[in-house]
């Protein structure tokens, strides 16, 4: 193994390393769980994962850059002449690369967008324009997230944000795990959907909300009810699109290959599935979007921590800047997790982008 290879392994088991010491400190000050007076039980679990990953994550970070810039020089050096060059002519430098994305029409387009409401917003209540003069201004919210008593400053607020990010990434992920490969079968076999997919249909038009009365009186806690009300949110849509992926792959390329001599298997992982890839993106994009409108009222409803519970809390306590800081922070994390998942599938279905 050569220079680069060492470097990169090291720098992954150097990565898994903290990640256990960290989960087992985390483990180690948490459990048997006895939380102090006035703090309940999820979000002493969310201040003492934030902890422990926070002491592991710093100690992490300067042999993991050491060894992240040993793996990138020596990868140059190890490499062949011709595989350098052809590398070179297909990649920009990184400057490069950064002010195309961002001095391009289409990002000034959506920043203008951007400043364009920010301002609406901060003359709303000067100018007395309906309905939204009764929201803060921007400068109003700002300055009560970063005072003294604001949440930026509490631990309560980044506590919400682990405990929200943890719920939406469990229920969506199973949501993945589940509903692509069923949809999968579904769309392949027509005598396996005519079986159970009307099952499927009485249960789809049912709003995820509904479920949760049911989820907290048959789950054995109430963190687990929050998480099978956001799985079934994103279930549903990337059931749907998995199914519309398959029937959209062309029949032609499929016999194609098996006139070509091809298995079944071969057919479907070499044709169908990446002709299925982009129908799942856009389903998990939009089952994101779902699972974090089910987060904020699962949250408000059955979970005393989170992002959409701390919203609610300020509500009641008639803390208007703060619930607009809870809506604003409800909707950078759902922006962030869309972008992540059309990222992955950008990188995911490569061909897309020569279209």
Known sequence: MR??????WAFILWTLL???????????????????????????????????????????????????????????????????????????PLVKRVRRAVLNAHTLRGALGVLAILLVWQVAQPLGIPILKRIPPLSEVVVRFFDDRGLFWRDKYWAGWVISLFRIFSGFLLALLIGVPQGLAWGISRTWKAVSFPIFEIFRPIPPLAFLPAAIYLMPTAELSIIFVIFLGAYFTIVINTINGVYNVDKSMERAALSLGAKRGDVFWKVVFPGTLPSIITGATVGMGITWM???????????????FLTWESYTAGDIPQVVVGMASMGVGGAICSAIIWRLGSNLTPWRRLF
């Open 3 to 8: 220079g680069a290879g060492v470097a990169k």
């Open 18 to 92: 903290c990640v256990g010491l960290g989960f087992f400190r985390f483990f180690d000050t948490t459990f048997p769980l006895n939380p102090p007076a006035g703090v309940h039980g999820e979000l002493h679990i969310a201040l003492q994962a934030m902890r422990a990953y926070r002491l592991w994550g710093a100690i992490w970070l300067v042999p993991a850059g050491a060894l992240f810039v040993v793996w990138r020089r020596n990868r140059e050096v190890d490499e062949d002449p011709a595989s350098l060059r052809a590398r070179a002519e297909r990649r920009a």
């Open 294 to 308: 089910v987060l904020v009222a699962a949250e408000m409803i059955a979970g005393r921590s989170g992002i959409g």
